[in-house]
Nanobody, 124 residues
């Protein structure tokens, strides 16, 4: 399984940004997909996850009501719509996947596959 994330960039506080992650390779059809982030000097933290084929979602408290995770199974793609961005959202965002569902907030230790990160910088 390969995960490729897109969509990072530099925005101002209050702006929006959408990240995408495309899964490919063997065993990439029925993945449970999510997002983590890692700020400089900090541990990688859970952001959001969405169960295959859809419906069930979980968010960290820090992004709840601002970020929305969604997926397009035909495209094997998961999205993270980030609204009302804050400076503290600045981090490298990583796509993550599991082949079996893990209920609730994921820890980095339960992730089976990682994508390369994409930088999100929120600054005025």
């Amino acid at each position: 399984v390969q995960l490729q994330a897109f969509g990072g960039g530099m925005v101002q506080p209050g702006d929006s940004l959408r990240l995408s992650c495309v899964a490919s390779g063997r065993a990439s059809n029925n993945l449970h997909l999510g997002w983590f982030r890692q700020a400089p000097g900090m541990e990688r933290e859970f952001v959001a996850v969405m169960k295959w084929p859809g419906g069930l979602r979980s968010y960290s408290d820090s992004v709840k009501n601002r970020f929305t995770i969604s997926r397009d199974n035909a495209k094997k793609t998961v999205y993270l719509q980030m609204n009302s961005l804050k400076a503290e959202d600045t981090a490298v965002y990583y796509c993550a996947a599991r082949t079996s569902w893990y209920a609730g907030a994921w820890s980095a230790g339960v992730v089976s596959y990682w994508g390369k990160g994409t930088q999100v910088t929120v600054s005025s």
